[in-house]
């Protein structure tokens, strides 16, 4: 399996709180992806890194932030959670070339009520 | 149209049956495509990338249509093990992998 570690596995917390999840790799990858997943949607991008302080918006990045001081770790924080955002998120790791795949996180189960 | 389209299922077949997906997909200009597996509150894993060509590996096998902008998935003699949502995955580059999924295809194989 790819080394991707998320942390924590399962939170749950209230609305208005701040939340951030941990994506650590050890594959040394450029790239680092933060996704959620619904029933019906299938997965969907919040934001990307190509690298180091380097990083971008997704599809549905409203509501978060991400943040990378270091190649292998990846933060996705909620400022301020809202129960929309009670989702299960996956972070993934992927290399420059498009021919090759992403590997996937364990996932973070969060919950906001 | 969704940039990429699967049937939700249930497929429900019996041991040892033969079940093929389609996928179809809407940008011509789609580079990779993948099939991944996702068991219930597992993270997606990757169960093989699709060539022009067409691939297989072991019992599955994948094909790519581009003139219909469709790829498929066969799995022959069925497994229960088998039993989970497959993910099509449809790749563009450009700056970044833009990677766009599909919703899965449920797969029940039944003793």
């Known amino acids: 399996d790819a080394g991707i570690t998320q942390s924590p596995r399962h939170k749950v917390t209230e609305t208005g709180t701040p939340v951030t999840l941990r994506c650590h790799q050890t594959?040394?990858?450029?790239?680092m992806y933060w996704y959620r997943q619904d029933p019906g949607h299938g997965l969907r991008l919040i934001h990307y890194?190509?690298?180091?302080?380097?990083?971008d918006k997704g599809e549905v990045s409203d509501g978060y932030s991400v943040s990378r001081s270091k190649t292998e770790d990846f933060l996705l924080t909620l400022e301020s959670a809202t129960s929309s955002q009670t989702s299960v998120y996956f972070c993934?790791?992927?290399?420059?070339?498009?021919?090759?795949?992403?590997?996937f996180g364990d996932g973070t189960r969060l919950s906001i009520l | 149209r969704k940039e990429v389209e699967q049937d939700p299922g249930p497929f429900n077949v019996p041991e040892g049956a033969t079940v093929a997906f389609n996928c179809t997909y809407s940008?011509?200009?789609?580079?990779?495509f993948f099939w991944y597996r996702q068991d219930c509150r597992k993270e997606p894993k990757l169960l093989m990338s699709?060539?022009?060509s067409g691939n297989e590996d072991g019992r599955f096998t994948a094909q790519l249509n581009r003139a219909s902008q469709y790829i498929s998935l066969l799995i022959r003699d069925s497994k229960l093990s088998d039993s989970a949502t497959y993910l099509c995955?449809?790749?563009?580059?450009?700056?970044?992998?833009?990677?766009?999924f599909g919703t899965g295809t449920k797969l029940q194989v039944i003793p």
């Open positions: 890194s190509y690298g180091v302080k380097d990083t």
């Open positions: 699709v060539y022009s």
């Open positions: 995955v449809v790749t563009l580059s450009g700056g970044y992998q833009k990677v766009t």
């Open positions: 940008n011509s200009a789609s580079q990779s």
């Open positions: 993934a790791i992927g290399r420059t070339d498009s021919n090759q795949p992403q590997h």
């Open positions: 594959e040394n990858h450029r790239y």
